[in-house]
């Protein structure tokens, strides 16, 4: 299960997400959805590890329909109050999923894979559920962010103190132990400048989004093929009484006499 946010930790994370580090998620993802994703209007899109429910809202400004799974409790609360009725909810774990296969067209793990104990099994269980690509934003263990962020964990930080960052190559080790050998395309997202800008627009612009090992995130949009894929279709017809038999049990004695043994219809050569 990993780290599971009480009301606490989720007042840590909320404030991280403020800072200007926090903030590059939700600035990057007009830019990064439409490009790597490609969404159409209305599609479902699950978020794993939802938490107060930040991203959904990005996710329904871009004509999605949004969904999220989260462990805690409190935070699921916290999402409920924040997206109201319109928005579906549910607790649960990123490794054992409660949906049925390809139930949404994609699913998204954003700052997700950090704080789980088995990463694979979340990637494996997002693209079960997922019918077209799987999303993934994780914080850069090879940028300074993530040095700096792993220094905090050591003097105590309770957001980082438990959280597990990831280079690039990781990251894409994991997809192809998930996935085989998906196509995938991969981008990192770091700051122009150090100072927070205060118009959201100049922030957005200054964001840098490029195939660099360095930058303070890595996002990764990976496209599910499958050799079967499962369509969930409710049986409405129903179904007939089983009909007469094409060979009768009596009719079928002479046809036995006649080749021998204890055959039935099924050994009768033609």
């Known amino acids: 299960m990993g780290t599971v946010f009480d009301k606490k930790l989720g007042r840590a994370y909320d404030r991280w997400c403020q800072s200007a580090e926090g903030r590059i998620v939700d600035l990057s993802l007009p830019r990064l959805v439409p ?3 490609d969404p159409l209007p209305g599609e479902r899109i699950l978020d794993v590890g939802c938490g107060s429910g930040n991203h959904i809202l990005a996710f329904e400004k871009l004509g999605l329909e949004g969904s999220g799974v989260d462990p805690s409790p409190a935070m699921i609360e916290q999402a409920r109050e924040r997206l109201g009725v319109r928005c579906r909810l549910y607790r649960g774990e990123a490794e054992d999923l409660p949906f049925e296969d390809n139930e949404f067209h994609l699913v998204s793990l954003i700052n997700t894979l950090e704080f789980v104990d088995k990463p694979l099994e979340a990637l494996r269980e997002a693209g079960r559920v997922a019918s077209r690509k799987v999303f993934i934003i994780t914080m850069n263990g090879f940028s300074c962010f993530g040095v700096g962020a792993r220094i905090k964990g050591l003097f105590g930080d309770p ?10 190559m990781e990251l894409k080790s994991l997809i192809e132990a998930a996935y085989g050998n998906p196509p995938m395309t991969w981008r990192s997202i770091r700051k122009a400048g150090q100072m927070l800008q205060p118009s959201p627009k100049r922030e957005r612009d200054s964001l840098i989004v490029a195939r660099s090992p ?5 996002a990764a949009g990976v496209t ?8 969930n279709l409710p ?3 129903k179904l007939k009484k089983p009909g007469l038999r094409l060979v009768h049990p009596t009719t079928a004695e002479p046809l036995k006499r006649n080749h021998g043994g204890n055959r039935d219809e099924r050994s009768l050569s033609i």
């Open 235 to 237: 049986l409405k017809a």
């Open 159 to 168: 957001l980082f103190r438990s959280a597990r960052m990831f280079s690039i």
């Open 224 to 231: 599910m093929k499958y050799i079967v894929k499962t369509e």
């Open 214 to 218: 360095f930058g303070h995130m890595l």
């Open 35 to 37: 490009t790597m994703l």
